[in-house]
């Protein structure tokens, strides 16, 4: 069982920069696409930006040049950096992971789609003002 926490969010004015965590624990050695989802009141949630155990990193063309999505070297802190924050990114953000063993097939994984996530976070608030 893959227990995620993040951790970070707050209230910040435009243009400034916050940094959101999220750690993982329970999870052995495997296959793994990790990511940052987002969802504002009345809106579904979206894909903010993703990465996996083969390197592959993917952002939302909203936030491309804004944010960076990183793991750190252990392997169990995934990070999002946002900066140049705009009052749109206002919205609970959640970390998400999908494990699967080596070998497993990854076939029709879709990084953006929240039903192909296993593991949730509970989610950190992140409000910018204008």
């Known amino acids: 069982q893959v227990h995620l926490a993040e951790s970070g969010g707050g209230s910040v004015q435009a243009g400034e920069s916050l940094r959101l965590s999220c750690v993982a624990d329970g999870y052995t050695t495997s296959t793994y696409c990790m990511g940052w989802f987002r969802q504002a009141p009345g809106k579904e949630r979206e894909g903010v930006a993703t990465l996996d155990s083969e390197g592959s990193i993917k952002y939302a063309d909203s936030v491309k040049g804004r944010f960076t999505v990183s793991l750190d070297n252990a392997g169990n802190t995934l990070y999002l950096q946002m900066n140049s924050l705009k009052p749109e990114d206002s919205a609970m953000y959640f970390c998400?992971?999908?494990?699967?063993?080596?070998?497993?097939?990854?076939?029709?994984?879709?990084?953006?789609?929240?039903?192909?996530?296993?593991?949730w976070g509970q989610g950190t608030q992140v409000t910018v003002s204008s």
């Open positions: 998400a992971a999908e494990v699967r063993p080596y070998g497993a097939t990854w076939f029709g994984f879709d990084p953006f789609r929240s039903a192909d996530f296993g593991y």
